[in-house]
């Protein structure tokens, strides 16, 4: 992982995107907010990431089929930690999420920003991916 923490979110929701672009901000961790999906793939070979963080509810992607994508077998962004932090309680979206290397899934409103970032610190410290 590269020296200053990068984080990427893809977030539509721009008051979320904002929130915590400035938690992790104050960290210190570089922050890139998106807010389409095509913009991650941009982000990822431009910029490098070390930890993704999605709304699994986006307007114009897929959530779940971006991380199945980013997760596949041979994927260069396989080892890439991600957290989905959204407002979807589905029990089976859940799951499938875990069983395809989804990191950590949060749902909003059960955690205060302080909270989520601690637990993006944890990941990034582990180094488990």
Known sequence: MSEKQH??????????AGLYARKFESRGWKTTVIEHADDLYKCLEQEGVDLFIVDIEGE???????IEKLKAPGSAHRSLPIVILTRVKDREVVQRMMRIGVNAYLFKG???PNEVVEKVQRILDSGVV
Request: glycine fraction near 0%.
């Open 110 to 112: 059960h955690f205060v």
């Open 60 to 66: 114009d992607y897929s959530a779940k089929e971006l």
């Open 7 to 16: 984080i990427c979110i893809l977030e539509n929701d721009p008051f979320f």
